[in-house]
């Protein structure tokens, strides 16, 4: 069933979309989970972001030559001109490596939770960038959205301070701007997609991010860093896999499937299991303050969410 087929029928009448929306959505949410278990071990963000790019790199080498063929052979139009190949590869660097590597760097700081739904945010700053950028108008409805994510935050940032204290902070503030940068992907990959397709689009964008990020390491660290204790590999390769190249799939195919709308809608899930998990697996507290605070945000995005894009997460 195509997108624009999908968008015309109401969202329970696809089962199966809204499993790959939830999955999805839960996949993507254990990624802060194994993070915070591989930051046990002796591994700064840097190494860990090229392991975790290392592993993802074939998968999307493999997936970016099948959708080429599948092109080729169903005749389907596709633009890869050599501007537009660059557009897309300083796209991919904005959405998953810059924001993958603030991300990473403020993981060492705040809780697993918290940085999710800090994420989870993207969705206000897409309409701020469109407001910027775009000439969108800002909304009552917008207005509203954003008083009750941030306020939802400052609950739980005012609860938290008082346990991680500065580190809580500047920790919020790195993953604020992995925020804003995949916000930035969001709004800035519309017209990119329609020319090669949304798989296409996201194979080129990951493997410009991975050939940068092992760059960046290169300059930056010794060779010798990437020798790990066997643990981290395969904790790195569970990031790589499941918590980036299969949900990455899995929520372009709900886009096909039910829309971007109704795909958005239900990653609210995606927060709820990472506390979840973080109360379960990682120890991380949880009081009524923390679950008003999600709660808000939660609400906030969800209103944002209805007519908003949500192709994949960092």
């Known amino acids: 069933m195509g997108a624009k087929a999908a968008r015309s029928h ?3 009448l696809s089962s199966k979309g809204m499993a790959l929306a939830i999955g999805g959505a839960c996949l993507f949410s254990t990624k802060p989970i194994i993070i915070k278990f591989a930051y046990g071990y002796p591994i700064d963000a840097v190494t860990l972001m090229t392991l975790r790019m290392a592993f993802s790199l074939p998968f999307y080498l493999v997936f970016a030559a099948l959708a080429l063929a599948q092109h080729k ?5 596709t633009d890869l001109s050599a501007p537009t190949l660059a557009k897309i590869a300083l796209i991919g660097l904005l959405g998953y490596y ?10 060492t700081m705040v809780t697993a939770q918290f940085e999710r739904l800090i994420l989870f945010t993207y969705p206000s700053f897409v309409i701020l960038l469109g407001v910027l ?4 108008k800002v909304t009552l409805k917008i207005l509203a959205s954003m008083a009750l994510t941030y306020g939802g935050l400052l609950i739980i940032f005012t609860r938290d301070f008082q346990i ?5 902070a500047l920790g919020a503030a790195f993953i604020f ?26 194979c080129i964008a990951m493997i410009a991010a991975s050939l940068a990020i092992l760059v960046h390491f290169v300059l930056t660290h010794e060779v010798a860093l990437l020798v790990q204790p066997l643990p981290v590999y395969g904790l790195t390769f569970l990031i790589a896999l499941l918590a980036t190249v299969i949900p990455s799939f899995l929520i372009a195919a709900a886009i096909e499937e039910i829309g971007s ?6 990653s609210g899930v995606g927060p709820v299991f990472t506390t979840l998990l973080g109360i379960s697996l990682l120890g ?9 605070g999600m709660a808000l945000v939660i609400i906030g995005v969800l209103v944002l969410s209805q007519k908003r894009p949500a192709l994949s997460e960092n």
Request: hydrophobic content about 45%.
């Open 10 to 12: 109401p969202l329970p």
């Open 73 to 77: 052979r169903d005749g389907i139009k």
């Open 98 to 107: 810059i924001a993958s590597y603030l991300d990473l760097v403020g993981l």
């Open 133 to 136: 950028f775009l000439g969108r």
């Open 164 to 168: 991680y204290g500065q580190d809580l």
């Open 177 to 202: 701007g992995a925020a804003v940068t995949f916000a930035g992907y969001i709004t800035f990959s519309q017209s990119l997609i329609k020319r090669t397709g949304s798989r296409l689009f996201t």
């Open 261 to 266: 709308g109704p795909t958005a809608t239900l």
């Open 284 to 292: 991380e507290p949880f009081t009524l303050w923390h679950f008003a």
